[in-house]
């Protein structure tokens, strides 16, 4: 059984910073993609950014040059560093991981949600 944890959402004024992280535990094998997604009230859920195991990061042009990724491969986590936040990125935070177990073959994980919101 693999299991996402998020943890770092919290209530932050415009312009703040806040810095998500998400561990991966269970019988894991590799881990291909880790990753952010964000879903809005009403809205569709999106991507925010994801990091391959070759380092390769894609970042959606709502967050560049704001946001960064980054990934410890030894404890199997991923973080979400975002600075000068605007209330237009309140939002639930999830994390996503492909991952393949010791027996099976590769899945899509979610963690549980953290909530991010921006707001004077």
């Known amino acids: 059984q693999v299991q996402l944890v998020e943890s770092g959402g919290a209530l932050v004024q415009p312009g703040g910073s806040l810095r998500l992280s998400c561990a991966a535990s269970?019988?894991?094998?590799?881990?291909?993609?880790m990753g952010w997604y964000r879903q809005a009230p009403g809205k569709q859920r999106e991507l925010v950014a994801d990091i391959t195991n070759d380092g390769s990061i894609n970042y959606p042009d709502s967050v560049k040059g704001r946001f960064t990724i980054s990934r410890d491969y030894a404890k199997n986590t991923v973080y979400l560093q975002m600075n000068m936040l605007k209330p237009e990125d309140t939002a639930v935070y999830y994390c996503?991981?492909?991952?393949?177990?010791?027996?099976?073959?590769?899945?899509?994980?979610w963690g549980q949600g953290t909530q991010v919101t921006v707001s004077a």
């Open positions: 996503n991981a492909l991952i393949r177990e010791v027996l099976g073959l590769p899945h899509d994980y």
């Open positions: 269970g019988s894991i094998l590799s881990i291909f993609v």
